[in-house]
């Protein structure tokens, strides 16, 4: 499938580093549904959730008993809860606005994966997948654990009881199973390591459609994308297949009851079932790399469902392949030489955030070419030059001809200044209120950086990149007391705030001076770290401000 | 003492506003005032480089009662804005800094240092995590609220900004300036999106969206008020009558008893017009110096003025 590359100008995704961030060592990564926060569980069992508008820290949640790794965040549909694994087994409910915890339950496993019930306004009800036995489902409220079924046992009884024992039945020990509800989360889609899929009706336990997957190799993930109608499966033999799910977006359960009934003539069983899948899911699109043959890592959908993004698995390097649906590879985005171990593409924007093993989230978003003919409306952009023969009369003056200005501006036409039209964006009911931003807190300024004040508005009107007086020491004698320090990131950024804010020419030398192709980001901080590198203090001052300056005009 | 405008078509329904209150507690000309997004509060900033606020209270009569006052500034300050929450207010003023102050208390929360001339308007985005700024450094910057930091800087305009305004759901700011143009930025990226400019280019004294983000409401300083389309880029309306040519007075949508505009003007008067059949309505006089700034209230019928007198009146509507 080495189809030619489409032309990169004309595709909507992302493809350069525009920045990183940056709090401890980030694990995994989450948007919420309109991509206003992004989630990040940390190796230390801290969570934080970033406001992806200013790129800055909107809340910490720290469960003070939970010190493992994150393994996973999932948001709740508004983005009112968060639910999130560790690996200390533990799975953790919270309440995003508030930063409370719901409730928190252990399981016998780490769950390596777990996501809230999306079809539920504020679910207790979530789908965990430990690492080695078959997923379950996790309800909150009652406090119960219930086994999903992986495989369809081969009799004629296709009711599996319900499994509540510990032991998981026929499964060999380490096969984890993938698992993901659907778009209204009424039904989970299980990979096992058979390679099959199977559809479960999670609140009878019973599996009421069976997908074989070509290959049965066994999956690693599964994931639908946003809009419900593709599903996409890694398998272990290196690649990725598209399904177009041919079920109704509502009352899904009955649809799969109705056909079910509607099969005659074939006995019960794993045959039925196979019919009945073969109704749900078909397959559309296989994908995968047949020259180096990699392993892929966290693959997802794009926020339309218009492209297929997926992670090299490979050690050693930060790599990102983009289809589109139609089966061609579009663009290879290559980062820095860190493994990456997980990915999110925004629900709304071109923009995909990877998580390297460094711990670094990076942002990848288009490289932005300036329109010109935004700045001047009467210039037109031409591809290139156009001969241009003018009329014979076109330069004549003709003095009383000038001045006609014709206003056709018809003023007496009603202007409705106050009608807004329905978010188009909305694919969910409007009558819930949806979580989009946590409020701002703004960091109160010390005493000390008042002081310093009118010595740092000097500081700006004068030299930029010599470097900050003395006033410097005092600051840095400052460390910030605990660890979290939005005081510290405040103290320890004042050195590098002056030489943050300088001149626009200044900053317009120091774009030109230094301009990193990809990314050296801007680094949003929130540990203190007393000594903070001169070089990091310096990339923040241009990085940002790059496209903007060098436009100026 | 307010003045009508006699009327010719069915101007019936129109009730007039009177003079209420004035407010004497500035000791220099007030720059901007502005009303809180909740009703409860007004603001006002001043040139001797002081904030204050103001609770209103709408049982019966509005009365309006002097809260706080903000100090801090070196300089007078030129504009005035509030958080969503009320919870903050945010100052620009000559001293080149943007102050960000908590209601409540009075106190100095964070102070904005980046621009390098006057920084002559401010606005916070309906989220509120973000603020934008516009200066006589010929710049609008984006600043972050939480941490104070710039995060964008936008090369704007080639003459002072005289005002910025973000539109209902944040993703686009509006800005103006003395060369005559208004430009159109996205919030997220801070591109250009768009420019709008007319065959003659006045001097653009101030912009503003309107509540449902399409349209922008245009003040320049050749006496003319103008309502743009902005998908179009072609100017809708035009509003007449008043005096603009020297000083960046500021006009303000009405929308609680009708579609209606409402602009300061350098006779010392506020005007008041129709929106759709840019009638003008009502001439409000009182003040013995240019009305610099209006603010209507979003949910009652008030209109808060403030002028080069020192002094913010507050009009309401006669109530028969």
Redesign the interface.
Known sequence: MNAPIIDPLQGDFPEVIEEYLEHGVIKCVAFNHRGSLLAAGCADGGCVIF?F??????KEIRDIDCSAAITSVSWSKYGHRLLVSAADKSLTLWDVSTGEKIARTILQQTPLQARLNPGLTSPSLCLACPLSSAPMIVDFDIDCTTLLPVAVPEMPDVLAPPQRSKCPESNPPFSPAAACFNKCGDLVYIGNSKGEILVIDYKSVRVLALVPVSGAAPVKNIVFSRNGQYLLTNSHDRTIRIYENLLPAKNVLKSLEDLGKNIDGIDDGVEKLKTVGSKCLTLFREFQDSVTKMHWKAPCFSGDGEWVVGGSACKGEHKIYIWDRAGHLVKILEGPKEALIDLAWHPV?PIIVSVSLAGLVYIWAKD?T??WS????DFKELEENEEYVEREDEFDLIPETEKV?VLD?N??????????EKDAFSDSDTSVEEL??L???????TNDQ?DN?VE??KL??GQISASPASEEAVQNGHGADHVLS?QG??LG?TRG?RK??P??KA?ELQAEKAKPSKGSGRTVRAKSRAGIDQEIDDSVNDA??D???A??? | MAEEVPATTATASFTPYVHSQTLTTHERAVSSVKFSSDGRLLASASADKTLRTYTINTDGDPIVEPAREFSGHEYGISDVAFSS?AR?IASASD???LK?WDVETGS????L??H?NYAFCVNFNP????IVSGSF?E?VRIW????????????AHSDPVTAVDFN?DGSLIVSSSYDGLC?IWD???????????D?ENPPVSFVRF??????ILVGTLDNTLR?W?ISS??????YTGHVNSQYCVSSA?S?TNG?RIVSGSEDNCVYMWE????KLLQKLEGHTEPVMTVACHPTENLIASGSLDKSVKIWTQKKD
């Open positions: 406001d508008e200013t790129r800055g820290i909107a924007h932005y300036e329109n935004a700045f001047a409306p200005k501006v003023e007496d036409e009603e202007v409705d200044i106050e009608t807004v989009r931003y409020p701002a807190e703004p960091i109160p300024d008042q004040l740092s508005i700006v009107e939005p990131e405040e950024d705030k943050r804010k001149s626009e900053m940002d401000d496209d903007d300056d436009s100026y005009y | 929450d903050f001293d080149k800094t960000l100095l929360i964070k102070t240092i980046g390098t989220q509120s995590n973000m450094d710049t972050d609220v939480t941490t104070g930091k710039c995060l964008k800087v936008l090369p209902r430009r919030a997220g990226t801070g591109h250009c999106i768009k420019t709008l400019i065959d309107s509540p449902n983000g399409k349209f309502l389309n880029a072609k100017f809708l309306k035009t949508f929308v579609k929106l759709n059949s840019r």
